[in-house]
């Protein structure tokens, strides 16, 4: 395990997932009913923009540096958390951050030291649980989860040759097990024929209700670079695909070149 978050911490590719995120769990929370959120590729919670290994490559700066400084009013919700939060929050700090009285938290991470820096952060807090665990096993362990209300984020390093197939099939079965939960997949676009590929295999798992919302920094052709990333999101809540037209159009606007590209694609239906 090489990959480490610390290093990507607030790019371009995080602050796509982490608007949408925050569009999901808000849309999930409009509910007055218990949520559980799984988050199975957690890394360490939040991230130091001063660190050694977020100065090593800068690569916030082109992200969230740059949404700080346009400040968008689309992104609001998710800017307002990000400089409330202080340092740059990852994936689980948002997510604690609005939760709920009656809603859990889940964080599965893998690697040692990020898994022991996880369990450290949220240590004292009686509604997240740290798990040093496979997150694709989790999928397998804790759902369906007790609330039947769940968004299900798995976010994994593609460190892997065989990522993409293992998430395909992982979400598969996991859709299976759990029919209404609400999953959303992180993936690269490097060049197009990988997500071609990922995107045919999970046809053949018969997932209804599935989307692809994408941001392209620039067209997918140097597969050397990461010129894009996307989240596959299956059971979108009622309104989230109109209200990430906008939130998308802003990331864009101030993340991309001008022959860059902002999609929603629905991929099945309900
Ligand atoms: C992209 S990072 C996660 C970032 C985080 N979700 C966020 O948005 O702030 C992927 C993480 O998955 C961890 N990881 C890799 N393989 C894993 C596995 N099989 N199960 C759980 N975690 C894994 C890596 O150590 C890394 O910290």
Same mark, same amino acid.
């Given at each position: ?12 590719? #995080? ?36 660190? @050694? ?26 800017? #307002? ?16 951050? @609005? ?26 807090? +009686? ?18 989860? +007790? ?6 984020? @798995? ?6 040759? #065989? ?72 059971? +979108? ?8 037209? +906008? ?11 001008? #022959? ?11």
């Amino acid at each position: 395990m090489n990959y480490r978050h610390a290093y990507h911490a607030g790019n371009e590719a #995080d602050c796509v997932k982490h608007a949408l995120l925050m569009l999901l769990l808000r849309a999930l929370m409009r509910k007055n009913k218990p949520l559980f959120v799984l988050d199975t590729h957690a890394g360490t919670g939040a991230y130091d923009p001063a660190s @050694i290994e977020a100065a090593k490559t800068g690569e916030w700066r082109q992200g969230i540096g740059r949404l700080l400084e346009a400040n968008p009013p689309e992104l609001a919700d998710y800017l #307002d958390l990000v400089r409330g939060l202080g340092l740059y929050p990852g994936s689980p700090a948002l997510a604690r951050a @609005i939760l709920r009285p009656s809603d859990r938290l889940a964080l599965c991470e893998l690697h040692p030291e990020d898994a022991a820096l996880l369990k450290r952060r949220f240590r004292t807090d +009686p509604m997240v649980q740290v798990h040093r665990r496979d997150g694709y096993e989790a999928l397998g362990a804790l759902l369906p989860p +007790p609330e039947r209300r769940a968004l299900i984020l @798995i976010d994994p390093p593609y460190e892997r040759p #065989d990522e993409f197939a293992t998430l395909a099939a992982a979400l598969g079965a996991a859709r299976q097990k759990f029919p209404s939960g609400v999953f959303a997949a992180w993936y690269p676009v490097k060049h197009r024929a990988p997500v071609r590929d990922f995107l045919a295999d999970l046809a053949a798992h018969r997932i209804p209700d599935m989307i692809a919302c994408e941001l392209l920094l620039r067209p997918p052709l140097d597969p050397a670079r990461l010129n894009g990333s996307g989240l596959l999101i299956v059971n +979108p809540p009622y309104g989230f695909e109109a209200e990430a037209v +906008p939130v998308l159009s802003a990331l864009r606007a101030t993340l991309a070149d001008a #022959d860059g590209d902002a999609t929603i694609t629905r991929l099945t239906d309900e």
